[in-house]
């Protein structure tokens, strides 16, 4: 059989393609399974690695194990340490956050965002009107009460309890999101780990870390925009701290807590003093190991362990019962009633949508898997729970399914692993099922927590003067040059005083916001949408056929498909 010069050279390049794809696909598969692999007997996160590069694909484990090797994978350190190689390493807590550093295969990479260049929505389609600065990055959540709360940026701190790092960060944290004009959260078990709470019959009385909390927001917030809100898990009610909270501090929003504190199974924290881990045992928490154990306590005092852990108890909801403890919390006077979950089974989600429509909740937080602020175990971070995207696709299966039968749906706000405005934009867009977006807003905790931190260690290198040269170079060495929004700040607050009542960190969280805004304002603008009520699903696509299949976001060809042979075919 002849084949002609233009026919092997196609039967060539089919054959060459078809090779690349394979190779790709291998060299993909392979760099995953690798990566997976290499996290199993090897994290960051714990501390840990292999004495080798190319670990055995089965389990992480050294393809050579030998019995000289003075490197710590995960098996060899749990030989030592055990129990405290399932936690990011106990040397920083109290001055870290953790996070999974699984690849979940998809995340809000996968989406593009359409731009437009034809008309405009939410301003007058005028080149002197349709600036990305005239767009609007307000929003307001529990939309359907009498008195909905406006934000100045469509943005919350999600709870920052009681672990350590957010106790020593909070006044910065609570007063940049004061200034910010959004919602910030006093996490859960607040009051329990005050060592200078008091409690009557089992119910606390005053807690003088939870009255500061409250008031570091108030001190510089506007009496408008945002508020605190203060999450409550089961301890805390069996403490009395939603009374408490309602009647002595007059806050206005309780946020119930569904068992999600360190993933799936209550929060938890390091106690590094005996007399904590008494103090906490007899207020009712679980202690681990029993600090009333004279065997423990010698161990302790002998060094051979540095922390205790502290642990909650998980809760049990129930359908009607939340119902009813809703209703209850609006007759001790809470304005508002919010509820904040994990990502559990899609059942649950289905069950966590129905008790909070059935309850009118305000606003209802779902958080993806992947990060905390505490010590979240860091196997149940990269290998329990639903990815954000994944379960975002699941909360709008249901919301789709409750619109059409007209039943109440909250205002959503999702969490999981945001940190910029394009994440947030799509999330939002997602959400449109036909009257504007259902996720008003995106919850943040470890993002706004890095920019306080981060300004604090820089603070304190520039009174070293041991700033990074190519930073002082470029911005200074004065914080109030490298802060580039102090001046501003300072300016709002007359008679506030920089490093003082207004902690830097403060300036460097809202700089923070401030730069989501603006960026969020250049995607709407990009977009055409000049408020968030127009942007819609047809506004991001697929870049995937799997992130199709998941969300029903289609894909960048399907779209193509869809929309350009119809226009071109009427021409």
Not at 187 to 196: I, K, Q
Not at 478 to 486: E, L, S
Not at 541 to 547: E, F
Request: charged share 25%.
């Amino acid at each position: 059989m002849y084949i002609g010069y233009e026919q092997t050279s196609n039967f060539f390049w089919v054959i060459f393609i078809y090779g690349q794809l394979i190779q790709a696909e291998y060299s993909s598969t392979r760099s995953v399974k690798s990566t997976l692999n290499t996290i199993e007997n090897s994290r960051s996160t714990t501390g840990t690695k292999t004495r080798v590069s190319d670990i055995s694909p089965v389990n992480g484990m050294c393809p050579i194990c030998v019995e000289d090797c003075n490197v710590l994978c995960e098996v060899g350190k749990s030989a030592f340490r055990g129990r405290e190689v399932l936690y990011p390493i106990p040397e920083y807590f109290g001055k870290s956050t953790a996070a999974s550093n699984k690849d979940f295969h998809l995340d809000w990479s996968h989406f593009q965002i359409m731009a437009e260049l034809i008309g405009a929505y939410g301003i007058e389609p005028t080149s002197d009107k349709a600036f990305f600065e005239n767009a609007d990055v307000t929003t307001y959540v529990a939309s359907h009460s009498k008195n909905p709360i406006p934000l100045k940026v469509p943005l919350v701190i999600a709870g920052m309890g009681s672990t350590a790092v957010a106790r020593r960060h909070w006044d910065a944290m609570a007063k940049g999101a004061a200034i910010s004009g959004i919602i910030q959260t006093v996490g859960e078990n607040v009051c329990g780990m005050d060592h200078e709470s008091t409690y009557s019959n089992g119910k606390v009385t005053r807690s003088p870390d939870l009255e500061f909390r409250v008031n570091s927001f108030r001190e510089l917030w506007d009496g408008k925009h945002g508020g605190i809100a203060v999450q409550t898990n089961v301890e805390d009610q069996r403490g009395g701290v939603d009374e408490y909270a309602l009647s002595k501090l007059e806050v206005d929003i309780i946020e119930r807590k569904w068992g999600q504190g360190a993933k799936a199974i209550g929060g938890e924290v390091r106690l590094t003093t005996l007399e904590r881990a008494l103090e906490l045992k007899k207020r009712g928490y679980l202690v681990l190991p029993d600090p009333e154990d004279k065997d423990v306590q010698e161990a302790f005092k002998n060094g051979t362990f540095k922390s205790f852990e502290r642990h909650s108890r998980v809760g049990f909801p129930e359908h009607k019962s939340f119902v009813e403890d809703a209703e209850d919390l609006r007759s001790k006077g809470a304005k508002y009633v919010f509820l904040k979950t994990g990502a559990y089974r899609p059942e649950v989600v289905a069950f966590t949508m129905k008790a909070a429509s059935e309850a009118k909740i305000d606003m209802l937080t779902f958080d993806g898997a992947g990060g905390g602020t505490g010590m979240s175990p860091v196997p149940m971070m990269n290998e329990m729970s639903t990815p954000t995207v994944h379960l975002q696709a699941q909360i709008m299966m249901c919301a789709q399914v409750m619109k059409k039968k007209g039943k109440f749906i909250p205002d959503l706000v999702m969490a999981g692993g945001f940190v910029n405005e394009t994440q947030i934009y799509k999330s939002m867009a997602m959400s449109n099922l036909g009257d504007g977006p259902l996720v008003k807003a995106i919850a943040m905790a470890r993002a706004p927590l890095l920019t306080v931190m981060k300004s604090h260690n820089y603070l304190k290198l520039a009174e070293a003067n041991s700033l990074p040269s190519g930073f002082a170079t470029c911005y200074g060495t004065n914080p109030r040059h490298f802060f580039i929004n102090a001046q501003e700040i300072e300016d709002r607050f007359p008679g506030k005083l920089l490093g003082k009542d207004i902690p830097y960190g403060a300036v460097g969280e809202y700089t923070y916001f401030e730069r989501v805004g603006e960026g969020l304002k250049q995607l709407m603008a990009g977009s055409r949408k000049f408020k968030f009520q127009h942007i819609e699903r047809m506004d991001i696509a697929s870049l995937t056929p799997y992130a199709q299949k998941v969300t029903g976001i289609e894909t960048l060809e399907n779209m193509a498909e869809r929309v350009m042979m119809p226009m071109m075919e009427k021409w």
